[in-house]
Each structure stands twice: as structure tokens, then as C-alpha cells.
């Protein structure tokens, strides 16, 4: 290998949230303002199961709003599983745009590996 | 053959790594996506990074 970069998500595309929700057989978000218990919140509105208040991404900022009152309003494994899918199709999305394969592999500890193979003249796309 | 290995864990943290690249070009090839996804909290650079494509200087022979 060559170098190794490790990233913290940040949800900043409708369109790969849109399409982590379908995969997750959640509702497709809807740009809204919603009430939360700190105050309102504007952005893509995703309501996660048994989550007492939605999940709102603001995609301009690449900020994410929520009230789970650490885990009693709603299990933070449910928005973990979402930004892990936001992952895959924002990669999957990107790798196509530029014309690559892209491998999906599920791994024994929950971890979704992409193998994409670059093509000739890669560098130029 | 050159590849992009990228490991996402339940958590939504990605780890990318380049394979079959030397030099810098891995880089290059990797931009998109880490531009992409978030914002880098580390990065480490292997052997194969530090390797340079060695050229053969060219010899010219006088003949006499």
C-alpha cells in the first residue's frame, strides 16, 4: 500500500443520504424544519426507528442535529448504521462519476469494504 | 494493478488505503474521495510511498 487516510464522516450529499436511507428501508429524508427538545432545526430530516426526534442533516455545514438523550430517546447505533450506508453510496457515487468499479464486501465485525479498481488514464478523469 | 481499498466501520469512520502506487500518485488517485466523505483526522505514509521510479542514466559510447 501507499498511504493510509483515516476520515471522519461528514454528510454533505442529498443524494448518497437519500440513497443510504433506501438501503436502510428508511423514509426518504425530507428538507424541513422540525422542532427538536434543544430548539428548531432546518435541514434533511431523517426519522430513525424507536428515535423519539428526527436526525436533521444540514448538508451545506456538514453538520448533524439530534436529541437522543444519550441513548434513552434513541439508540445511536441506528445513526451509526446510517452514516456507515451515507459512506458506501457517497463512495459508490463518486467512484462511478469517474468511471471506476467499485467491489462492495461485508466484514465478519460489521465493517463494509470497497475495493475500487482504478482504470487506465485514471489520473485525468 | 491499482486499487482503492476504503473500510467503513458501524461507527461511519472511513479508512482508505492505496495499493499499487508509488510515490505521490496515490495521492492524486485517492483526492476524491477523501474530499468526498469528510475530513481527514490522520494519515500515514508507507514504504511503497517513499519509492521513486528509478531511471537508467543514458550511456553513450564514443567510437573510435
Known sequence: ?125 | MQTIEIIISTDGQSRIETRGFTGSRCKDASRFLETALGKVSSEKLTAEYHQTVQHQPNHLTQEN
Not at chain 1, 18 to 39: I, T, W, Y
Not at chain 1, 53 to 81: A, H, I, S, T
Request: charged share 25%; net charge negative.
Open chain 1, 1 to 125: 500500500m501507499s498511504h493510509i487516510v483515516t476520515i471522519q464522516t461528514e454528510v454533505r450529499d442529498a443524494e448518497a443520504l437519500g440513497l443510504a436511507c433506501r438501503r436502510l428501508d428508511l423514509g426518504e429524508p425530507v428538507h424541513e424544519s422540525v422542532p427538536l427538545f434543544s430548539g428548531e432545526a432546518t435541514g434533511y430530516c431523517v426519522r430513525l426507528p424507536d428515535w423519539r426526534y428526527p436526525v436533521v442533516f444540514d448538508v451545506d455545514q456538514g453538520q448533524v442535529r439530534y436529541d437522543n438523550f444519550e441513548g434513552r430517546w434513541g439508540e445511536p447505533g441506528q445513526l451509526n448504521r446510517l452514516l456507515q450506508f451515507y459512506g458506501v453510496e457517497k463512495c459508490r457515487l463518486e467512484a462511478r462519476r469517474k468511471g471506476h468499479s467499485v467491489l462492495e464486501n461485508q466484514l465478519s465485525d460489521g465493517s463494509i469494504k470497497l475495493t475500487i479498481q482504478l482504470g487506465e488514464g485514471h489520473a485525468n478523469n
